[in-house]
């Protein structure tokens, strides 16, 4: 859908181009084939404008091709004989003719610098028509050192390079741009997916989620961060959280599968919570699975009241683990004022099993707590190899643009 768009788009303007970089042709054959072209030469070229004009632009061809045919042309009759036929060629809808035209016309050094990046523009669309899109790339990146971020080029610029497969001439164009525009990071990120590129797609799909986050983006990016090999299965709960801060949750399965993993890894906060959110929104409470929901909600209560019985019974302050679990699980349960003193005291205790599992959700608590400052520095120091860093990656780029 993408390709298409733009496309079309594209091909309208390079239409635009090559009318207006050949409107002249004929108006100028008239006017000066008397004085500066040979008979032999400027009858048939005149034949062609007439029937140019008469839209017989096959027959015009024709014309051009007797003017051509003439030994011992001098430069100057050649390139009116171009400039005709790239008109002719053009009406007629004969793209590689006409392309074989621009190109003469622009290595005669005899157009105005205007006309000349007219007809430049005119070329590159016609190879990106003819699909030679490398040929396509390099006039456009001709046309852009004298018409520099030129929008209509750039885009058929990346459309080119995107089409040869060339991600990364796409990439570097795309580099030190401040605010590429949407369409270009899509291309960007569906080349490399084009190119089996898992780790350059994943870079490409972040910096498309940074710049125009989107509930289908951030959907798609953790979709792939979790695909990867790497990523441990221990850590789906902390991508259903993700989801849930970046807006990209909702579903009736989103609810009861986050609730589920939230039961069984010890957070009934987390899950009633979740869980009141879902029913609160309507999504779940009703239909075939509306028994099964409020079971799976009361479950949850009790957990949380059994959990909080144990704790009052046995203080976890000499167990690390414990505090930064139950720490964890106030915060994500809506009490951050308390659960956060709790992980900060587990941390402080050391003897951990998983130090970059508690660092992540030591960030993640901190940014629920609104202390987004301290979140992004603590996420900074998460450097596991099983997905941790990648999500603390993730949950950075949705701290600095919230």
């Not at 090999?229 to 993700?242: E, H, K, W």
Request: charged share 20%; net charge positive.
């Amino acid at each position: 859908m993408i390709r298409t768009q733009l496309t079309r788009r594209m091909m309208a303007l390079v239409l635009l181009a090559a009318a207006t970089a050949t409107a002249t042709a004929q108006a100028q054959a008239q006017a000066q084939a008397a004085d500066t072209l040979r008979p032999e030469v400027g009858k048939p070229l005149q034949a062609a404008a007439t029937l140019l004009k008469a839209k017989h632009a096959r027959e015009a061809l024709t014309k051009l091709g007797e003017a051509d045919a003439v030994a011992g042309k001098t430069a100057y009759e050649s390139f009116m004989i171009e400039r005709m036929r790239a008109s002719a060629a053009q009406q007629a809808g004969d793209t590689a003719t006409a392309a074989g035209a621009y190109e003469k016309l622009i290595d005669s050094g005899k157009l105005a610098p205007a006309e000349q990046d007219q007809m430049i523009a005119a070329l590159t669309g016609a190879d990106y028509q003819l699909q030679r899109y490398p040929q396509a790339s390099q006039w456009a990146v001709r046309y852009l050192k004298t018409r520099s971020g030129d929008p209509q080029m750039t885009t058929l610029l990346l459309q080119s390079y995107y089409m040869s497969g060339d991600c990364r001439s796409m990439a570097n164009e795309l580099h030190g741009v401040r605010s590429p525009a949407e369409t270009s990071l899509q291309l960007l990120a569906n080349c490399y997916l084009k190119q089996h590129d898992s780790a350059n797609y994943l870079t490409a799909l972040e910096r498309l989620t940074a710049s125009y986050p989107s509930a289908a983006y951030w959907s798609s990016l953790l979709r792939q961060v979790q695909s990867s090999g790497v990523f441990a299965d221990r850590l789906a709960l902390d991508i259903y959280r993700l989801k849930r801060a970046a807006g990209a949750f909702g579903s009736a399965s989103d609810y009861m599968e986050m609730a589920q993993l939230a039961l069984a890894g010890g957070y009934p906060a987390e899950a009633g919570r979740v869980l009141d959110q879902g029913f609160a929104s309507g999504v779940l409470g009703s239909g075939d699975e509306a028994a099964r929901q409020q079971r799976l909600r009361e479950m949850a209560r009790k957990n949380l009241l059994q959990v909080k019985a144990t704790a009052a019974q046995q203080p976890d302050v000499n167990d690390p683990e414990a505090a930064l679990d139950r720490g964890f699980d106030m915060v994500l349960g809506g009490q951050p004022e308390a659960g956060l003193p709790l992980m900060e005291q587990g941390v402080a205790q050391g003897r951990l099993k998983r130090p970059d599992d508690v660092k992540l959700h030591l960030a993640i608590a901190y940014y629920l707590a609104g202390q987004k400052v301290k979140a992004v520095q603590m996420f900074k120091t998460v450097k596991g190899e099983d997905g941790t860093a990648d999500l603390a990656r993730l949950w950075m780029l949705r701290a600095q643009s919230s």
